[in-house]
């Protein structure tokens, strides 16, 4: 094996993902990139019996979040974190809603969580960001899949070129997602969400004492996004409704969030990882002198 293959590099600073994954609306994104993951019936079961995304959703979500900042900004960390992804996968196996035999590591299971990540991204970025152009597309994609090397897949187990992607993903999305367990309680407006069982202590006495308020809001939103952000091709294959009404809503949320987030402050417009990154690459470039703020931001930003 290659030192390549050992050690491959995140995508590069500069690149589309450089500039989107670490922006505050990728957290908008993530719930339709998670529903279409757990719509296979292979990651389906595996979350159903394996994950604690009912009993402790917001530390599964801080973990995976800050997982996938790595794969981006992590430098030699993306790496290991790919190969720490790996190890943690490896007991994870059992009997899928079809009565097949699974494991979290097959290859043409793990390839799929790591796939849904490009139509997601490619799709909500046309609302909150701005439609990419063909040559962005194309750029997402192979950084798209750099990041698939990151987590240990092979070039042989991921379509090599959006040409091949769109077949691969249409077979899938006909053959194999359904509304599987994992996706009805992820779009659930009734079930409801265990409080934060992190942070400050009184925090969590305030978010305990009006989380019977907060919570269908919550759930709400969660489902809103995840089911708003899917790819309507996606939402048909699943079975998720959507409304014109809600695509109208949708349309004027994400109207709002384009005005906003862009003329935010990097403290505020970048996550925490992302932000420390973009300093430091920008400091690189720019020894002794510009204010590493200013000069991150105006680094290869989506409008």
Known sequence: ?????????????????????????????????????????AVGAGVDEHSVFRTDPWGRAERSLRSLQLWVYGGDAAAEEGRRLRRLHRTIQGTDTRGRRYHALTPATYAWVHAT???????????????????????????WLQVGRVLGIRDRDMPQTIEEFWPYYQKALADEVEMTAVVRDLLATDVPLPPPARGPLPVRLALRALWPLLWPRLARARAFLAAGFLPPEARAAIGVDWSEAQERRLRRVARVVRAVVPVLPERLRYLPLAREARRAHASARRPGGADPDRTAEGAARPR
């Open 1 to 41: 094996m290659t030192q390549a293959h050992d050690h491959p590099a995140p995508p590069p600073p500069g690149g589309v993902l450089w500039s989107l994954t670490g922006d505050v609306r990728a957290l908008l994104m993530l719930p339709a990139a998670l529903v279409l993951q757990v719509a296979h019936p």
């Open 117 to 143: 990540g490009f139509p997601v991204y490619r799709y909500a970025a046309r609302y909150l960001v701005r439609p990419m152009t063909g040559a962005q597309e194309r750029a997402l994609y192979a950084e």
